[in-house]
């Protein structure tokens, strides 16, 4: 922005060298005028939108969202057109608006199939760097008809298609041949830089469910047989999107997104998105802009009993800024610098799993002290590494030797164990030094200094004791 306004200003002033001095005023608004018109076009090239904060705000009420089913907002790499896709008497329709002359044009959609197939699928658009080739999810025309009832035509396995721009306009699209589309189930395609397309599939060879692969782009429209890719996100995601330089991708789960960030040719633990997730939505299609400066993504709402795509009421598409994403790569740069008790306190603030964390063979204790029903008192040995991770049964006694309270007969009885739920409760996560303690023995506290964590470390530096805690303040 800076070096458009000096470029303008240089102009002006140049031009002002040629008009007499009794013009001052004339000059000055051609000036103002000129700043104010690189601003406007230079500024907010989204779709002319205020841009949001770290907040999700819903994208360009009433122009892209309306009462209408939208999903999945994309730009080209040079922000002069916007594609997005909207169901429209129950086609998915792929629509865009183009910024010509520092305005965006009204958007139309995009016919992809020949004028006699009257309902179509066409959604997910992914435009190459050039923004002249554009790859989407499609279904063949060829297998249903006119007639078939929409629930029926949304179970259709999809496959990847392609169109063409020319001479300005998008030419009907053709399905990606073999070895991308094939009889199972490919969509949510994205184009990388050198072309390349990643794409989700349930075909048979994959880890089970639908599974992410990558195909190297070859040139006139050719591709490799695709890859299956491990990106340690949660299976079955929705969608994947992957940036173009392949530095990192953002996934759907039912969890929410995750952000996983590639290190030595290797995606790294996924990290989920905190932001504020509302119940009995679907979240999916997350995009993120060009310039990476903001996150788009969409979400669904099914109002009505019918299964599938048919049941969807509602579908929004929201926009907020990437800085709190993008810091999530500077907090993994750290953890990786992090002691061992770091980690896990790391990996307990941010519901990683913990069975790495642990010995083959670990022993849990676990101390309750209420002020009614005094102490309740548990230990469970032998127990295996993934246990940490689910909920764990043992046998305990409580005292009845409440301060507070009549005291009651001593009881033993089953308890459940699960560490995630007592998680759920704790405000912070805070490494105590305690000097009478040794070497191998962390102390973890969380809600206020009541509840805690003790861990014992043996010499392979693996956790073989674990004690909760939960003292009654009083």
């Not at 308890?415 to 998680?423: A, G, K, P, Q």
Request: with cysteine.
């Amino acid at each position: 922005m800076k070096i458009i306004f000096n470029l303008i200003f240089s102009s002006v002033i140049h031009f002002t060298a040629l008009i007499h001095k009794k013009n001052k005023h004339f000059v000055l608004f051609i000036v103002c005028a000129s700043i104010l018109q690189s601003c406007k076009s230079n500024d907010f090239p989204y779709f002319d939108q205020k841009p949001p904060s770290n907040v999700p705000e819903l994208f360009a009420p009433s122009i892209v969202n309306t009462n209408a089913v939208e999903l999945n907002v994309v730009f080209n790499a040079s922000f002069t057109e916007m594609f997005f896709s909207r169901i429209v008497d129950g086609s998915f329709i792929i629509h865009h608006s183009e910024l010509i002359n520092g305005t965006w044009t009204p958007i139309k959609p995009i016919q992809m199939y020949p004028d006699d197939i009257t309902i179509t699928i066409a959604c997910d658009p992914t435009i190459t760097q050039d923004g002249k080739t554009m790859y989407f999810l499609g279904v063949d025309p060829k297998n249903y008809s006119n007639t078939l009832e929409l629930s029926a035509l949304y179970r259709i396995p999809p496959d990847v298609y392609v169109s063409k721009k020319v001479d300005g306009k998008w030419q009907q699209a053709s399905k990606v041949a073999s070895p991308v589309s094939t009889k199972y189930f490919e969509s949510y395609p994205i184009v990388v830089g050198d072309q390349s397309l990643y794409f989700q599939s349930n075909r048979p060879g994959g880890a089970g469910g639908r599974d992410t692969y990558r195909s190297q782009y070859l040139g006139n429209g050719k591709f490799e047989t695709p890859v299956g890719i491990s990106l340690n996100s949660e299976k079955n995601a929705s969608s994947t999107y992957i940036s173009p330089d392949e530095k990192y991708l953002i996934a759907s789960s039912n969890k929410g997104f995750q952000i996983s960030f590639k290190k030595n040719d290797k995606w790294q633990e996924p990290i989920l998105i905190k932001m504020p997730y509302e119940k009995d939505w679907v979240y999916f299609c997350p995009y993120v802009s060009p310039d990476e400066n903001y996150f788009f993504f969409s979400r669904r709402y099914y109002g009505s009993q019918k299964k599938g795509w048919a049941g969807v009421t509602k579908g929004e598409v929201y926009w907020m800024r990437t800085d709190s994403i993008f810091n999530l790569k500077n907090k993994l740069d750290t953890v990786e610098q992090l002691t061992k008790e770091e980690k896990f306190v790391s990996d307990l603030a941010n519901g990683k799993k913990l069975a790495t964390h642990f010995a083959d063979q670990w022993t849990l204790i676990y101390h309750e002290d209420n002020r009614c029903d005094g102490s309740t008192d548990g230990k469970i040995e032998n127990l295996s590494k993934n246990q940490i991770d689910s909920s764990i049964s043992l046998s305990v006694k409580n005292d009845g030797e409440g301060w507070a309270c009549d005291k009651r007969d001593p009881s033993s009885f089953i308890y459940e164990f699960n560490l995630r739920e007592y998680l759920k409760n704790w405000d912070r996560f805070e490494i105590h030094d305690y000097e009478d303690e040794e070497k191998n023995i962390v102390f973890i506290v969380g809600a206020g200094e009541s509840d805690y964590i003790k861990i014992y470390y043996n010499k392979d530096q693996l956790i073989e004791r674990l004690k909760y805690g939960s003292e009654d303040p009083g």
